[in-house]
């Protein structure tokens, strides 16, 4: 059965339970600081499960993208060394909402495996939750029943908190769970060795491959359990392991998930899987990493310095890393990759398609980039090794090493190659204090405490923003939050008007004013698992008072005008660059709207003003906003709405239409284009590889713009005695420039030719059949220079050179000293340094040849005095 089958034929089989199939949710996640990336099946239903959101369908089954590098599930490490852990993997699985329970999961789970799949009953096991004195929690004597019905009792074993009882984060919901494993060893290895000793030991054939999950508590914050107000059947099975299992192969790598991509490598590299058991190690990881980041990428993630990009920096770079140091790879080839995953993995996925060009541009430039940063450390550390040489070291400085893996980014484990090839060590104590210092500066800097929700009253918030800025509103909940050394409260309220961060548009800010005319400032409102949280500096003084909730109207009209010109823009964008172009991100404030797009040249003069000119054409022709709220996604599509490839739409969504420019979208906007006045671009540039971005700002600031450029000619104007003609002015004042620069070089050139020799002319001799040359008077500093050095070349001997001048009202020294002198022990610079205290300055220069600037011109003649005394 080919993988492409399989992922149907569970599918199929849930869709005949009554079960609506729904899509997989986007991998990477936007809107929830508890996470970065979808772990499993069940994030998308997070809401629902706490009890945030709806139920819209009691049974739901799917199949979702997953990623598991950070937080909790961290599987990275093993990437590559394993044979069935991956960083992205697909996970199947069905759901219950307050449905179905245990008996009815168990049962379904067996069938699929069993009947449709037809595993071999004999090679299954099964794991159910033991039970936790010390948390009063008892042992699922339910699930083991339900078991009973199928498998031998030898078969179904008692496991621990850590391995049967699943939990989302620190808090959250969770409950006991069942974990299916099987053995797909040969009889013989069987007959040898148990299988019941090897459950859950880390063997790669004997393997879980599904979680059966009842989830019946929600932990908080004080670690405490209450129970979830419904109960919920979660389940997740890895689809490449069941791949592995139903294909009869010892690896996931081995199916024909990953085959594809492993010959691809193998043809680039030279080197064919299952030769040497180092390289395939390097294949595995990356035969992974460019599934996660390919797909990352096409979710709108772009590896980057901060957070989620990071990540998949990290996981690219270890990709690297491993072909550099194990398949010879010294230069970009993981980017040719792309096409065979998208051959392989694109009907399924069709974001990959639509993404392919971008992927590859920006794989192959974050390897080049990378590849030369490991040749800078590379070359660095060779340094390092090479100075502790010579002093007859072994071990190189904690410190140095340190430096090359923080600040340049170049891995440990290569410098520990590096130094291992060299016969060197590093001093490790030392390294490992700037690391726990460094953990120290990054866990300051990001500590945040947040408090359980006290609930005041029960309900959902009703968001009237759309509509009005002000509204009368009760408070649902609130909390605390510390971070660093701040504190603020998160309140929730039953209606609201304030817009919470989200699709690009800041969230409003405003007041929240209570029955005795006090009011409170709401700083700012955000999105966290469907709530919309109000952020205030102090509680007010009655929490179960009734409040007028008003949104700072001008921020909010201001926002407005940028998110509906964001629309225009974008729609301009297509128009005039192509249809190539999409968005790959926004930010709007009441101050600047930015938009990112793909494209991969420069936006030229001449297009900017074109998009400048449809977009005020637009705002002129006060186009009506057409709003559509709550209608069926596919309806919207008919009408042509522009959707975003890695968001992800609930089944209604609302349409924004102004006039030819029609989009999904949740943000506010003004009521007819008009009200954005005015529209600028006020900068474009690249971001990262085939991917730009625009700056733009409307209405009063435009004015203001325009404001501050008018100045600045009109100055201009005045300073060039009121011409009428500015730019004619300007090129006068550029030739008369040249003109003037050019006479100044040639009567200083005479001057200097002048002066030398009438400095020749007034040499003096000391006893000794020294050459004096003294200058004294006001000359520009580039003069005195020109001489000093001439008469250094024309007198290479005995020539001592000594000037006391003012330059543009300031004291110089200077003196020139010819060579035979400087080997008697006379430096120039030190000369200088001391004459210098007299004129309050200070300088110095070469042995042959200083200067000192200062600030009092009497003292010159005593500094030329003092000069002239080293010499007799
Ligand atoms: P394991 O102990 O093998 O790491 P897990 O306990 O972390 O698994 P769950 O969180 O229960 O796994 O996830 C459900 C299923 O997803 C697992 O039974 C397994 O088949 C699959 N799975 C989990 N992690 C990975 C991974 N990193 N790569 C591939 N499949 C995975
Ligand atoms: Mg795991």
């Known amino acids: 059965m080919t993988a492409k089958k399989i992922r149907q034929s569970f599918k199929d089989y849930f869709e005949n339970k009554n079960h609506k199939i729904v899509s997989s949710s986007p991998m990477i996640i936007k809107n929830d600081p508890t996470l970065m990336f979808t772990n499993a099946g069940m994030n998308q239903f997070k809401d629902v499960i706490l009890g945030n959101a709806l139920v819209k369908y009691t049974r739901i089954a799917n199949v979702q993208k997953c990623l598991r590098v950070n937080g909790k599930h ?89 391995d049967n009882f699943w939990e989302m984060g620190n808090m959250g919901p969770c409950g006991p769970c069942s974990e299916i494993h099987i053995d797909i060893r040969s009889d013989e290895e069987r007959e040898k060795v148990d299988s019941l000793t090897l459950i859950n030991k880390n063997h790669p054939q004997v393997i879980e491959i599904w979680n059966l999950v009842f989830m019946q508590f929600n932990r908080k ?154 040749e800078i450390g590379t070359k660095l550390l060779n340094k390092k090794i090479q100075e502790a040489k010579t002093k007859n070291k072994t071990t190189i400085n904690g410190v140095d090493v340190f430096i090359l893996y923080d600040t340049y980014g170049f891995p440990l484990d290569l410098i520990k190659l590096i130094l291992h090839e060299q016969n060197m060590k590093m001093d490790k104590a030392s390294f490992d204090a700037e690391m726990s210092k460094q953990k120290e500066r990054a866990r300051n800097a990001t500590t945040i405490e947040t408090g359980d929700w006290i609930v005041l009253q029960e309900g959902d918030t009703q968001f009237v923003g759309y509509d009005t800025i002000t509204t009368q509103a009760r408070i649902l909940r609130c909390r605390k939050v510390k971070q660093k050394n701040t504190e603020y409260y998160q ?105 990112d797009f793909s494209h991969f040249k420069k936006v030229t003069e001449k297009e900017i003003r074109q998009l400048e000119k449809i977009i005020t054409k637009k705002i002129r022709q006060n186009i009506a906003l057409e709003e559509k709220r709550h209608i069926p996604l596919v309806e919207a599509r008919r009408l042509g709405a522009i959707a975003l490839f890695y968001e992800k739409y609930e089944e209604n969504v609302r349409v924004i239409k102004f006039g030819s420019s029609i989009e999904l979208c949740g943000g506010t906007h003004t009521t007819s284009t008009g009200y954005i006045g005015n529209f600028r671009i006020i900068s474009e540039f690249s971001i990262s590889a085939g991917i730009r971005r625009i700056e733009a700002i409307t209405a009063e600031k435009v004015e203001s713009f325009f404001y501050a450029q008018q100045d600045i000619i009109h100055n201009a104007k005045m300073l060039l005695n009121h011409t009428s003609d500015l730019l004619q002015s300007i090129k006068k004042l550029i030739s008369e420039n040249i003109l003037l620069k050019k006479q100044v070089e040639t009567y200083n050139r005479e001057k200097t030719i002048f002066i030398k020799n009438q400095v020749i002319k007034t040499k003096k001799q000391t006893p000794s059949g020294i050459n004096l040359f003294i200058l004294e008077g006001f000359f520009p500093a580039s003069i ?38 400087v080997k008697n022990g ?47």
């Open 491 to 595: 309140i929730v309220l039953d209606k609201t008007p304030f817009y919470a961060e989200m699709g690009g548009q800041i969230g409003d800010s405003g007041q929240l004013i209570d029955s005795n005319g006090i009011s409170i400032s709401i700083i700012d409102t955000k999105c966290e698992n469907n709530l919309v949280i109000h952020i205030i500096n102090q509680l007010p003084e009655n929490l179960y008072d009734t409040f007028n909730a008003e949104v700072d109207a001008r921020k909010r009209r201001a926002t407005e005008c940028n998110h509906t010109a964001t629309h225009l823009l974008h729609e301009a964008l297509r128009l005039v660059l192509g249809t190539h172009v999409e968005q790959k991100g926004s930010y709007v404030s009441s101050e600047v709207l930015r938009f």
């Open 826 to 872: 006379l430096n120039a610079s030190q000369i200088v340094r001391e004459a210098s205290k007299i004129i309050k300055g200070n300088g110095g220069g070469q042995s042959h040849f200083a200067t000192a600037g200062g600030k009092d011109i009497n003292g010159l003649p005593m500094a030329l005095k003092e000069i002239l005394n080293k010499v007799h």
């Open 221 to 374: 914050i004080d670690g405490s359990l209450e129970n979830l107000p419904q109960k919920v059947i979660d389940t997740g099975m890895g689809f490449e392991r069941l791949c592995m299992v139903v294909q009869g192969k010892a690896s996931n790598y081995d199916t024909d998930v990953f085959q594809t991509i492993i010959q691809a490598i193998s043809t680039i590299t030279k080197f064919s899987y299952g030769q040497n058991s180092q390289r395939d190690i390097a294949i595995r990881v990356v035969a992974d990493h460019i599934r996660t980041i390919a797909f990352s990428i096409a979710d709108g993630q772009l590896p980057s310095n901060t957070k989620a990009g990071y990540v998949i920096r990290r996981i690219l770079r270890r990709a690297v890393r491993y072909s550099y140091t194990f398949l010879e790879q010294k230069r970009a080839f993981i980017y040719r990759l792309i096409p065979s995953l998208v051959d392989s993995m694109g009907e399924v996925y069709p974001e990959l398609i639509a993404q392919k060009k971008m992927m590859q541009k920006v794989i192959k430039e974050e390897e080049n980039s990378f590849l030369q940063t490991l």
């Open 74 to 162: 961290n599987d990275l490490e093993e990437v590559g060394h394993d044979t069935y852990h991956h960083t992205m993997f697909e996970m199947l699985g069905n759901w219950s909402f307050g449905d179905y329970f245990k008996k009815e999961a168990i049962e379904y789970a067996w069938e699929y495996l069993t009947e449709i799949l037809k595993l071999d009953k004999d090679r299954l096991y099964v794991t159910i939750f033991e039970g936790n004195s010390s948390e009063k929690l008892e042992r699922d004597n339910e699930a083991a029943n339900y078991w009973g019905k199928y498998l031998p009792k030898s078969h179904i074993i008692d496991g621990n908190k850590k």
């Open 784 to 821: 005195v220079k020109d001489i000093a050095f001439q008469i250094g070349s024309e007198f290479t001997e005995k020539s001592y050179f000594a000037a006391a001048t003012v330059a543009e009202g300031k004291p110089l020294l200077t003196i020139m000293i010819s060579n035979d002198l």
